[in-house]
Each structure stands twice: as C-alpha cells, then as structure tokens.
C-alpha cells in the first residue's frame, strides 16, 4: 500500500517562511510526477506546483517567485520551500504523486494534508 505523509506545516507570521516535506512509501515501482496543491477554507483545491520526474516545474502563475518545488527522487520526496508568505497563503496544503506500484499502470494518490496559516 502506498502513502504519501506531509509535515512541516504549521504558524508563522507574514513574511516568514515555511519548507513541506511528503515521503511517499510503500510497494512503489515508479513516481512520475509530484505535487502540492491547497484548499482554503471555502475554496477550492487549486494547484500550488508541480514537478516532472526529470525535474521540470510548473507553478501557479500567483505563486511564481515565492514558491519553489523539489524532489529527491532516491529519498521518494518532494519538498516545497514557501517564502515571503502571505496570510492569504493560509490554507491545508495536500501533497499529491502519480505512482506505480507494477510496470503498468499508475494511479494518483494524496497526502492527508498539513495546515499551514500565516498571521497578519
């Protein structure tokens, strides 16, 4: 059974900064493409940043500047180094992979999630 567990959420004040971890584990074959995306209260999960199994990235284009996404592809991790936060940023950050556990085929998965909330 896969998982994939988030830490690293928590308070800070705006401008501060926060780094998320997600570990995948488990009977895993292959992770291709890793990611972060949010849900604030009453809103809808949107996309925070995506990488490639290569490493190639895609952001949010509002979060591009501040947000930086990473993996260590031999730790099975992604990592995503938040900066200059805002409290608008506030919002439970969910972890999300695209993981094979044979050859064929993949299946997504998501993390719990971890809060994250900037104070004003």
């Known amino acids: 059974q896969v998982q994939l567990v988030e830490s690293g959420g928590g308070l800070v004040q705006a401008g501060g900064s926060l780094r998320l971890t997600c570990a995948a584990s488990?009977?895993?074959?292959?992770?291709?493409?890793m990611g972060w995306y949010r849900q604030a209260p009453g809103k809808q999960r949107e996309l925070v940043a995506t990488?490639?199994?290569?490493?190639?990235?895609n952001y949010a284009d509002s979060l591009k500047g501040r947000f930086a996404i990473s993996r260590d592809n031999a730790k099975k991790t992604v990592y995503l180094q938040m900066n200059s936060l805002k409290p608008e940023d506030t919002a439970v950050y969910y972890c999300?992979?695209?993981?094979?556990?044979?050859?064929?085929?993949?299946?997504?998965?998501w993390g719990q999630g971890t809060q994250v909330t900037v104070s004003s």
């Open positions: 999300n992979a695209d993981i094979q556990t044979s050859p064929i085929p993949s299946r997504n998965y």
């Open positions: 488990g009977s895993i074959f292959r992770i291709n493409a």
């Open positions: 990488i490639a199994s290569g490493g190639s990235t």
